[in-house]
């Protein structure tokens, strides 16, 4: 069996998977950077088999990191209660029964004229600025930052805190001070946030909790940083890498424009910009596919691997937005499968198309920085421009 030292993270091409997960057996054994013995797995069915399963856990006290990372081994880091993210059941489905309802496919539908007019103002401020332009802060991070912060009832006015807190808690290469620092910062922010629902709840998500009474102000303040920062990164990072993708790839543009519910998929599996984990640890032994892993060992899934899986896609690394890529795992599978899913592809659905409609003629302005040190793959800066009309 193939045996590899911590997880491949090195890119030569940025829209492909790391090299080193090229051509690896569907499960292998892997030795993580604290020297534990444990598995990676890069394969599609395996992958939802260690999701699916019960004896595999969540817990992010009992995970061990698959890429070298400080705050990982720092020890004065305490998990607080509410990170529903990184449980199991029963706290796990407490929490996640309490915000399943406000996350529904009809409620997320009903958001999609007003983040459709989000979209059109922020286009509607870069074609007023002219070209050229950073397409992250003037389109990708700001349309999910503010449909989160109006949906959890957070002052969008407090964007760059917590945009800055939470880009600095994803560096997977920042010291554990600083990233402690930061989680510090954005708690604090959340506290005001929830202390004053508690004292008058409002009509949305956060409001609607505080008001249910079923959760400590500490799991309240916890749940609102999972959300905020789930909320605004991966979709701002989407957006971006995806049009990146899109104008290296512009014979896949109009398949965008005709077909965006069907594209997004295709993007969401051929961009994996969860790109460090899913990672779960054996409650006790248990056999996937073969494979023996034993009690307390950790087990990172690929995501960029698994969804390039030829088992399940045809031509896995070629980018086709008309095709079915329905089964991938960019969202996860099992108990965890990502909560906000439905309103990501609503926002990316919307965000593509509105700025590949309002300019035809959109193109790369310069050089791209990605973001291979972050625990979110994708773009740090985008230069693009377009013709004046």
Known sequence: MTHINGLPTERRCPLDPADGLKGLEPVVR???????????????????????????????????????????????????????????????????????????????????????????RHLDEMERMGPPADLVPAFALPIPSLVICELLGIPYDRRETFQQSAATMLRIDVAADVAIKAWNELRAL???????????????????????????????????????????????????????????????????????????????RYLSIIHIGPVRTALRDVDIEGNHIAAGESVTISVPAVNRDEAKFAHPDALDLTRDAHGHLAFGHGIHQCLGQQLARIEMRVGYSALLRRFPSLRLAGDVRFRSEMAIYGVYTLPVTWDNA
């Open 30 to 120: 892997m030795t993580y950077p604290d020297g534990h013995e444990g598995w990676l797995v890069t394969g599609r069915h395996e992958a939802r088999e260690v999701l699916a399963s019960p004896a595999m856990s969540n817990r992010i006290d009992l995970a061990r990191s698959p890429v070298p990372r400080a705050i990982a081994a720092d020890a004065d880091f305490r998990i607080p209660p509410g990170m529903f993210n990184r449980m199991d059941p029963p706290g796990h489905t407490r929490v996640r029964r309490l915000l399943i309802s406000e996350f529904t496919v009809h409620r997320m539908n009903q958001l999609a004229p007003h983040i459709s007019e989000i979209a059109e």
């Open 190 to 268: 959340l506290t005001e946030v929830v202390n004053a629902k508690l004292a008058q709840p409002t009509d949305d998500l956060l409001g609607r909790l505080c008001a249910k009474d079923e959760l400590t102000r500490e799991e309240l303040v916890t749940i609102a940083t999972v959300l905020l920062i789930a909320g605004h990164e991966t979709t701002a990072n989407m957006l971006a890498l995806g049009t990146y993708a899109l104008l290296r790839h512009p014979d896949q543009r109009q398949a965008m424009l005709d077909d965006p519910a069907r594209a997004v998929e295709e993007m969401l």
